[in-house]
C-alpha cells in the first residue's frame, strides 16, 4: 500500500472510531432520557412515592426507597471517604513521606484502583459473617466509603502535587507547622479536591455491585442504619430482571432519575476542573 | 524531627506554641495512619477472604475445582470452569471489540481533533465513561438484545435469545472503550512536539509518525489504558448478571449463553448462602478476582518499565 | 556565481490563536547553497517561525496563518501538488532539543530510509547507516552498542545523532534550529565541528542565540528583529561593516534588547538579499 494512501485510510479509521464513540454516547444517553422521560414525566410521583407491599412483584407504589436508601447510604460514605483520602493524599507529600513510602502506597492505591466492585461487595460481606450481623444500610455505606477511597485520594493526590510549591514555601518560610502548610496547601489546591470528591461521590452513586450483598436489596422503605436498604442502581437490576412490564418501566423512570444526577454531578466536577487548570500555574493543560 | 519537635514543645508548654504543637503531633498520628490506610486495607481484604475461604480449600483440591465442570452448590460440587471460561471469553472478546475503537480514537483527539470539536468530543466520552454500568445493561436489554438475537446470531447461522456471551462482550467494550481513551489521550499528549517535529522534519507522513514513534512512545501509558481496560471487563458484574442469561455451562459458541466468576457470585447470593461450603466457595471466587486482578498489576508493572526503557525517547 | 538553493518571497507567518501575533512579517531572502546561512537576533523574534516555515513544519500547530512563498531550486514550497513528506525529506529539520526516536541507535539513523523505502537490502541500509554515524563523527562511539536505546546516549551524542538521521535521507538543505542550545560547551564544540565539516556539502540554515557561532560556522548571516528583516550579509561584512544602525547596536552588545515595536517600522528595509555584491 502507497504510504499515503495508507496515511489517509487510518486518519480515516480514527475520525469514524472518535465518531462511532460519540454516536453510541449518544445513543445510551438518548435512549435512557427518552424511554426513562416518557415512564417518569407521565407519573414524576413513582420517585417520591414509598413502595407498596407488593412493589417488586406488581409495580404498586413508587421507589422512594431506593432514592432515599441511595441518600442515606452515598452520602455519608462520601463524606467517610472524604475524610480519609484527604488525610492519605496529604500523608503521601513530600512533607511527610519519603518518595519510596509514597511509590509504596501509591502501588497499593493503584491494585484497589483496579480491583473490582464486586470485590469490596464481597470483602464487607465476610465482615458481616464474622461478626455475626445481617446486610443493612450501614455495611452498604462502610462498602461504597471503600470502594470511593482509592478514586478519592488519587483526585486529591493529583491536585495537591500539581498545587505551586510557592503556596508551601511562603507558608513555611512564616514559620508554619506542616499541618499548618498541609492546610494551606489543601486550600490552594480546593476546586482539584472538590471535583475529585464530586467524581468519587457520582462513582458511588452509579455502582450497584458493592450494594448488592451487603445493604440487603430491601424493597421497603429504609428503617435504620441496621435495617436492610437498597440504592438506585440496585433498584434499576433488580426491576430490569422482573417478570413485570410495569416493574421493568419504572427500571427505565429510575434510570432516568440516575443519569440526570450522575450527569449533572460530572458537568460541575468538569467545570470546577477547568477553573482548576487554568488558575494554577504549571497545572494541567488540556 | 520528631525528637525536636518534643523538646520544643516542652518548652514552650503551656503557650500558643505549644498547642500548635500539640495538634501538629496529633494531627500526623491521623495522617500516618491514614497514610497506611491502603495497604491495611488491602491486606485485611485478602486475610479475610483468604481465612472464609478456607472451609471450602480443606474439603477440595483447588486444582480439581478449576478444572471440574461440573457447578451445583447443592450437591456440593464445586466446578468452576464453565465460570472461568467465561470470564475468558467475555475479557478477550470485549478487548478484541474495545482495544483498537479505544486506540484509533485516542489518535483521533490527540494528533487530529483541535479546537472546540476536541473539546466537545472529548466531554462526550467523559460523559460516556461516567454513566452507570446498570443503565448501559438497561439500554442493551431493548437494544443490542433484541439485534443480537433477531439478526446477528441467525445470520451467523446459531439461534440465540440474544442474551450471550457475545452481548455481554460487546456492551461492556462500550462500557471500557471511554476509560482507555482517556487514559490514551492523556500519555500521547505529555509527548513532547519535537518528538513530532523530529520525524516531520526527516519527511515521514503523520501517520508513519504516529504509528512509528508516537504510539512507541506513549507505548507505556496506553499499555496501562489497556489493562485498566482489561481489569474492569474481568471484574465486570452488574452488565454481565443481566445480560449473560446466567446458565452455568461450557459456552460452545460466542452466541451462547453463559456464566462469568462475578454472575456466579450474583447468581447464587442469598439462596444458597445459607449453606457454608457455598458461602465459602462464593468467597473464593471474590478472592480469584483480586489475585488475579494482583497478578496482572504487577505484571503490568514490569513490562511498563521494560517498555519505558526500550521505548524511550 | 550565485546559486540559491532556497528563495523567500515576502514569507509572513501570523498565529491566529487567542491574539493575533505577526511572527515574521514579509521576510524576502535567499539562501545560496552548499554554504551555512546563521539566523540571528533576540530571542522571540521569530527565528524558529522563520526556520520552520520553510519546509512547512509550523503546519502541526494549530492556528497559524502563512502568507508569501518560499520555493526550493525554483519550485514553490507552498503551491505544489507534492505531498509534504516528500517537500521535508529535501528539506531537512533538526530540532532545538535533542531529540532520540524511542529506537535503537541504528533504527533511529535507519528510520528516514525505512519510511522512504531508500535502501534494497540490508546490507545497503548498514552501510548508510554507519557512513552517516562516521558523517557526523558518532561512529567509534556507538558502534558496538547500536541495539541500544537512543535515548541512552548522552544529550551531545544524541544530537548527533539527529544530525546523521537527517543527513541520511539526503536532503539538498538542513534546517537547524539552536542546535547546541541545549548543550554543554564540550558536546556544544563537537555539534559545531560536525556542522563546520558539513557545510561545503549541504545548504544549511541555522538558527542560533550565539553571536560567537555565528562568526565561526556562517557563511552568511541573517539579522531578524520582531519578526523583520533587518540586514543580511556575507559574515566578514556583516561584523566588519555592519549596513544597519541596529544591527551595529546588536553586534556591539552595547544595547539591551526593547520591545519598542514602532521605532524600527520607519527607515529599515524589509526586504533584502543575502550578499548582493557577488
Redesign the interface.
Known amino acids: 500500500m502507497d504510504?499515503?494512501t495508507?496515511?489517509r485510510l487510518?486518519?480515516a479509521?480514527?475520525?469514524?472510531?472518535?465518531a462511532?464513540?460519540?454516536a453510541?454516547?449518544?445513543?445510551?444517553?438518548a435512549?435512557?432520557i427518552v424511554?426513562g422521560g416518557i415512564v417518569f414525566l407521565t407519573d414524576p410521583a413513582i420517585a417520591i412515592t414509598p413502595p407498596g407491599s407488593r412493589y417488586m412483584l406488581e409495580g404498586d407504589g413508587g421507589f422512594l426507597h431506593a432514592v432515599l436508601g441511595s441518600i442515606f447510604i452515598v452520602g455519608p460514605a462520601t463524606v467517610v471517604s472524604m475524610i480519609?483520602a484527604v488525610?492519605?493524599a496529604?500523608?503521601?507529600q513530600s512533607d511527610?513521606?519519603s518518595e519510596r513510602?509514597s511509590e509504596?502506597?501509591n502501588?497499593?492505591?493503584?491494585?484497589?484502583w483496579?480491583?473490582?466492585?464486586?470485590?469490596?461487595g464481597?470483602?464487607v460481606?465476610?465482615?458481616i459473617?464474622?461478626i455475626g450481623a445481617r446486610t443493612s444500610l450501614f455495611f452498604g455505606i462502610v462498602a461504597i466509603a471503600?470502594f470511593q477511597?482509592?478514586i478519592m485520594?488519587r483526585y486529591t493526590d493529583e491536585a495537591l502535587r500539581s498545587a505551586p510549591d510557592t503556596v508551601k514555601e511562603a507558608t513555611y518560610g512564616l514559620g508554619a507547622?506542616?499541618?499548618?502548610t498541609?492546610l494551606m496547601t489543601l486550600r490552594a489546591a480546593l476546586p482539584g479536591i472538590i471535583a475529585g470528591i464530586i467524581m468519587g461521590f457520582?462513582?458511588g452513586?452509579?455502582?450497584?455491585?458493592t450494594v448488592?450483598?451487603t445493604a440487603g436489596r430491601s424493597t421497603n422503605m429504609p428503617g435504620g442504619p441496621f435495617e436492610p436498604a437498597t440504592t438506585l442502581?440496585v433498584l434499576?437490576?433488580d426491576q430490569?430482571?422482573s417478570f413485570n412490564a410495569e416493574v421493568r418501566s419504572h427500571?427505565?423512570a429510575a434510570?432516568f432519575v440516575?443519569?440526570i444526577v450522575?450527569?449533572g454531578?460530572?458537568v460541575v466536577s468538569?467545570l470546577l476542573a477547568g477553573r482548576y487548570a487554568r488558575y494554577t500555574p504549571g497545572g494541567r493543560h488540556? | 524531627m520528631g525528637e525536636s519537635m518534643e523538646s520544643q514543645e516542652s518548652n514552650a508548654r503551656g503557650g500558643r506554641l505549644g498547642r500548635?504543637?500539640r495538634?501538629?503531633r496529633l494531627?500526623?498520628y491521623?495522617?500516618?495512619?491514614?497514610?497506611?490506610?491502603?495497604?491495611g486495607?488491602?491486606v485485611?481484604?485478602v486475610m479475610?477472604?483468604v481465612?472464609?475461604s478456607l472451609p471450602l480449600l480443606s474439603e477440595y483440591s483447588v486444582v480439581q475445582m478449576l478444572t471440574s465442570s461440573n457447578w451445583d452448590p447443592a450437591q456440593n460440587e464445586f466446578g468452576f470452569m464453565p465460570a472461568i471460561v467465561g470470564t475468558i471469553y467475555v475479557t478477550a472478546l470485549s478487548m478484541l471489540m474495545g482495544t483498537?475503537?479505544?486506540i484509533?480514537?485516542a489518535?483521533?483527539?490527540a494528533?487530529?481533533?483541535?479546537?472546540r470539536l476536541k473539546?466537545l468530543?472529548?466531554?462526550?466520552?467523559?460523559?460516556?465513561a461516567?454513566?452507570?454500568?446498570?443503565?448501559?445493561?438497561?439500554?442493551a436489554?431493548?437494544?443490542v438484545v433484541p439485534f443480537v438475537g433477531n439478526y446477528l446470531a441467525p445470520a451467523v447461522g446459531s439461534s440465540a435469545t440474544g442474551l450471550g456471551i457475545f452481548t455481554v462482550s460487546l456492551v461492556m467494550a462500550?462500557v471500557v472503550?471511554?476509560f482507555m481513551?482517556s487514559l490514551s489521550v492523556e500519555s500521547l499528549e505529555a509527548l513532547?512536539?519535537?518528538?513530532?517535529?523530529?520525524?516531520?522534519?526527516?519527511?515521514?507522513?503523520?501517520?508513519?509518525t504516529?504509528?512509528?514513534?508516537l504510539l512507541?512512545?506513549a507505548?507505556p501509558g496506553i499499555f496501562s489504558a489497556i489493562?485498566?481496560g482489561f481489569?474492569?471487563v474481568?471484574?465486570?458484574?452488574?452488565v454481565p448478571?443481566?445480560l449473560i442469561g446466567g446458565q452455568t455451562h461450557v459456552p460452545s459458541s460466542p452466541f451462547a449463553t453463559g456464566q462469568t466468576l462475578?454472575t456466579l457470585?450474583?447468581n447464587d447470593?442469598g439462596e444458597l448462602m445459607s449453606l457454608p461450603l457455598t458461602?465459602s466457595a462464593?468467597?473464593f471466587?471474590?478472592l480469584m478476582?483480586?489475585v488475579v486482578?494482583?497478578l496482572?498489576?504487577f505484571a503490568a508493572?514490569l513490562v511498563r518499565r521494560r517498555l519505558q526503557?526500550?521505548?524511550?525517547? | 556565481m550565485t546559486n540559491a538553493a532556497l528563495t523567500t518571497e515576502n514569507l509572513a507567518v501570523t498565529y491566529t490563536g487567542n491574539r493575533e501575533v505577526e511572527a515574521v512579517k514579509g521576510v524576502s531572502l535567499e539562501f545560496p547553497e552548499n554554504e551555512l546561512t546563521a539566523i540571528i537576533g533576540p530571542s522571540g523574534c521569530g527565528k524558529s517561525t522563520l526556520l520552520?516555515s520553510l519546509?512547512r513544519?509550523h503546519e502541526?500547530q494549530?492556528n497559524v496563518e502563512i502568507t508569501g512563498d518560499v520555493t526550493l531550486g525554483g519550485r514553490s514550497v507552498y503551491d505544489t501538488d507534492e505531498?509534504v513528506?516528500?517537500?521535508?525529506?529535501?528539506i531537512?529539520?533538526?530540532?532545538?532539543?535533542p531529540?532520540?526516536?524511542?529506537?535503537s541507535i541504528y533504527e533511529n539513523v535507519a528510520?528516514?530510509l525505512r519510511?522512504?523505502g531508500e535502501c534494497e537490502s540490508k546490507a545497503e541500509l548498514d552501510d548508510r547507516v554507519e557512513s552517516y554515524l562516521r558523517k557526523v563523527n558518532l561512529w567509534e562511539e556507538v558502534e558496538d552498542r547500536l541495539d541500544t536505546?537512543?535515548?541512552?546516549l548522552s544529550t551531545g551524542q544524541i544530537q548527533r545523532l539527529?544530525l546523521a538521521?537527517?543527513l541520511?535521507?539526503e536532503p539538498d538543505v538542513l534546517?537547524c534550529d539552536e542546535v547546541t542550545s541545549a548543550l554543554d560547551p564540550i558536546s556544544a564544540d563537537q555539534v559545531e565541528k560536525t556542522l563546520e565539516s558539513l557545510k561545503a556539502e549541504y545548504t544549511i540554515v541555522a538558527v542560533t542565540h550565539s553571536m560567537d557561532q555565528a562568526k565561526r560556522l556562517a557563511d552568511e548571516v541573517v539579522f531578524l528583529y520582531l519578526g523583520e528583516l533587518v540586514e543580511a550579509n556575507d559574515v566578514r561584512s556583516f561584523f566588519e561593516n555592519p549596513q544597519n544602525e541596529r544591527t551595529r547596536e546588536f553586534v556591539d552588545g552595547s544595547r539591551p534588547v526593547e520591545d519598542d515595536d514602532d521605532s524600527n517600522s520607519d527607515s529599515e528595509p524589509t526586504t533584502a538579499s543575502v550578499s548582493p555584491g557577488r
Not at chain 1, 452513586?205 to 455491585?209: I, T, Y
Not at chain 3, 531529540?99 to 529506537?103: C, G, K, V, Y
Not at chain 3, 536505546?149 to 541512552?152: I, R, S
Request: glycine share 6%; hydrophobic share 55%; proline share 6%.
Open positions: 504510504r499515503y495508507e496515511q487510518f486518519g479509521l480514527a475520525r469514524a472510531s472518535a462511532l464513540v460519540v453510541v454516547m449518544v445513543l445510551v444517553v435512549v435512557t424511554r480519609l488525610s492519605t496529604i500523608y503521601l511527610y513521606s513510602f509504596v502506597v502501588m497499593f492505591l493503584n491494585v484497589l483496579g480491583t473490582p466492585p464486586i470485590v469490596y464481597v470483602f460481606l465476610t465482615v459473617i464474622a471503600i477511597y482509592p485520594t507547622t506542616r499541618f499548618e498541609a457520582a462513582r452513586v452509579g455502582d450497584a455491585a448488592l450483598f442502581p434499576i437490576f430490569a430482571m427500571a427505565y434510570s440516575l443519569i450522575v450527569l454531578l460530572i468538569k488540556s | 500548635r504543637l495538634i501538629e494531627s500526623s491521623w495522617l500516618g495512619g491514614a497514610g497506611y490506610f491502603a495497604i486495607l488491602f485485611l481484604i479475610s477472604l481465612y472464609q483498537p475503537i479505544a484509533l480514537a489518535i483521533y483527539l494528533e487530529y481533533a483541535e479546537g473539546t468530543v472529548s466531554s462526550f466520552i467523559d460523559v460516556l461516567a454513566i452507570p454500568s446498570v443503565i448501559f445493561g438497561l439500554v436489554l431493548i437494544v462500550i472503550t471511554p481513551i513532547p512536539d519535537e518528538l513530532r517535529e523530529t520525524s516531520l522534519g526527516v519527511g515521514a507522513t503523520k501517520w508513519e504516529i504509528k512509528l514513534v512507541r512512545a507505548g489493562l485498566l481489569g474492569r474481568f471484574g465486570a458484574t452488574i448478571a443481566m462475578p457470585i450474583v447470593f458461602q462464593l468467597i471466587v471474590g478476582l483480586v486482578v494482583w496482572f498489576n508493572m526503557r526500550r521505548w524511550q525517547y | 520552520k519546509n513544519l502541526i494549530p505531498p513528506p516528500e517537500l521535508r525529506k529535501r531537512g529539520y533538526v530540532p532545538q532539543k531529540t532520540a526516536l524511542p529506537l528510520y528516514g519510511i522512504h536505546p537512543g535515548a541512552e539527529c538521521r537527517s541520511a535521507v534546517l
